[in-house]
């Protein structure tokens, strides 16, 4: 844990060395392009400017000596060695294995997985080949033109994320294939609103879940199934509407889909870590199989850039000591992360499975209690909503947000003079936030009135990274989603958590069981007083 290391108290020293100094001046004349050469970074198709923030080059010394003293090299090549990095659960997290070439030697307890991984790429590619070119046909002769993947957490939110932002590559810009459509929440408004713009003969349903057991996911595929039904579609003809994406073959098939319609994946691949896998069959259906193959190509890049940049120039190693710094020097509950591009709408959402989801614990990997915090809260939207929204806080708030700002510098489908625009504001945000704005500064501009200048300076020195790419294309997604991985990693490793298992939704998941009986008529469980009266008032209504 951070808090243990030897070079802790030296953090801490460090940190009531810097913390009344102040950004702006670090900017002044030439310092500021010093400042800015050294503390940028490119791989993989990104840019990196961390200049922004709160350290100066001893700050990153000192972080990269934690980094080696939390043994983060080590725990690095253990995690691509295919190691049980997964404590709890015993198993390895090879998410890379999936975006890695057919000659890579990645190992799960010992045995190669490329075979098996190149294997249902292929039967993947295949299919998505057949939808999209009408060869694959409902059961009353008719081409696809709807999938609904139906899942939930990991097994819904990394692919509706790539879906929406490469939109522009399926049948809603300029590509063909089918329209997707995400279901994930047990609420049956979800399944039911969307359902009820589409043609049974012409759907198909992708039953995605890693362990084909989660409530949400099952109730939702019982539903759909029942639908196709109801309108005519013979049972013997559901084969033609419903796949699945699973590692549980018994379960898919004690559901009635034919495990020849499954497509495979493997226990060693995280939830909020799948989409690289099977779980991307609703990417390779929506933007066709190469571009599926492209975004793996660009988390690869960043796999290889992870695995062998020194830490001192690695975007992840950086971006994840930055996170620690605040969270846990300057006691930061909260990160948020603020995409300049509409079509990255979603992922925030996705982020917050992933780092939440991963690094929420507080327990080492021994067993012991985490001394300090973990995760922050990470939250956002796309800019420039933020902006008219709780941008004020960040400026003016009691408390210090860093942002994450991400923009790509071009997009496939704006109008003329909106993305200028669009950049703008996310630059001068950064810049704002950084600088803020004085009382002189103020006098200056003609704000002379007394009573209002206590309300409109701004403090300034508020730290941000800002994430630059060319556009989004697939390889460029898929070099950022695995940069987000990889530090939510390099994080995990300087908490001494397991990163890899989620023991936290377990508890509520099961207390929901005996609940759901109750609601459905059973008979009254044992609870707290809050508890059943909450369960009256709602058996009263759903009778
Ligand atoms: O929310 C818990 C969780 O287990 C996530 O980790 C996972 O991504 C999600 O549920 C869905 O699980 P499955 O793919 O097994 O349906």
């Not at 956002?380 to 960040?394: K, V």
């Not at 501009?445 to 994430?467: C, K, Q, T, W, Y």
């Not at 009986?517 to 009263?540: C, M, N, P, Q, V």
């Amino acid at each position: 844990m951070l808090n243990d290391l030897p070079v802790w108290p030296r953090l801490l020293q460090h940190h009531r060395t810097i913390r009344s100094l102040r950004m702006r001046d670090w900017f002044d004349g030439a310092q500021g392009e010093d400042r800015v050469a050294r503390f940028t970074l490119e791989a993989a198709g990104l840019y990196l400017d961390y200049s922004k923030n709160r350290i100066i080059e001893e700050t990153i010394g000192l972080l990269l000596q934690a980094a080696i003293e939390a043994g983060l090299p080590a725990r690095r090549d253990a995690l691509f060695a295919g190691e049980l990095v997964n404590v709890t659960e015993r198993r390895a997290a090879l998410h890379m294995a999936l975006r890695a070439g057919p000659d890579a030697d990645y190992r799960a307890d010992g045995k190669p997985v490329m075979p098996q991984v190149h294997a249902v790429l292929a039967r993947m590619r295949t299919f998505s080949e057949q939808i999209r070119d009408g060869n694959w046909r409902g059961h009353g002769g008719q081409p696809i033109t709807d999938v609904i993947n139906l899942g939930i957490g990991g097994s819904d939110l990394g692919p509706r994320m790539v879906c929406r932002a490469l939109a522009h590559l399926s049948v809603s810009g300029t590509g063909k294939g089918p329209r997707l459509h995400f279901v994930s929440n047990v609420d049956g408004t979800e399944l039911a609103e969307t359902l009820a713009a589409l043609d049974p003969q012409r759907t198909l349903v992708i039953v995605c879940s890693k362990t084909f057991t989660t409530l949400e996911t099952m109730a939702n595929a019982h539903s759909a199934r029942q639908w196709f039904v109801d309108r005519g579609v013979p049972e013997d003809g559901l084969s033609r509407h419903f796949v699945a994406v699973s590692t549980n073959t018994d379960a898919v098939r004690a559901f009635g889909i034919d495990p020849a319609n499954m497509f495979e994946f493997w226990d060693w691949v995280g939830g909020r870590f799948s989409l690289w896998s099977a779980v991307g069959l609703s990417i390779s259906l929506a933007l066709g199989h190469d571009a599926f193959e492209a975004l793996l190509a660009g988390g690869r890049e960043m796999d290889e850039h992870f695995r062998s940049a020194p830490l001192a120039e690695n975007m992840p190693v950086i971006l994840g000591l930055l996170g620690v710094w605040y969270r846990n020097v300057w006691c930061m509950p909260t990160a948020c992360i603020a995409p300049y591009s509409t079509v990255l709408e979603l992922f925030p959402a996705f982020l917050q499975q992933l780092e939440m989801e991963s690094n929420g614990k507080s327990v080492q990997l021994d067993g012991e209690p985490v001394r300090g915090d973990t995760a922050p809260v990470v939250w956002g939207t796309a800019g420039t909503n933020g902006q008219h929204a709780y941008f004020q806080l960040i400026h003016q708030g009691s408390q210090i947000v860093p942002v994450d700002f991400i923009a790509p510098l071009s997009t496939p489908r704006s109008l003329p003079g909106h993305h200028a625009k669009l950049l703008a504001n996310c630059f001068a945000q950064a810049e704002a936030l950084m600088r803020g704005r004085s009382e002189e500064e103020l006098r200056r501009a003609g704000v002379l009135d007394p009573a209002r200048i206590p309300h409109m300076r701004f403090e300034g020195n508020r730290p941000s990274n800002m994430l630059l790419m060319d556009n989004i294309t697939p390889r460029s997604l898929g070099a950022l989603i695995a940069l987000y991985e990889h530090r939510t990693f390099v994080q995990g490793v300087l908490w001494n958590i397991n990163s890899f298992d989620q023991w936290g939704v377990e508890l509520g998941k099961l207390l929901a069981r005996p609940i759901e009986a109750e609601l459905s008529g059973g008979e009254a469980g044992s609870h707290d007083a809050s508890t059943s009266a909450l369960i009256e008032r709602a058996r009263a209504v759903l009778k």
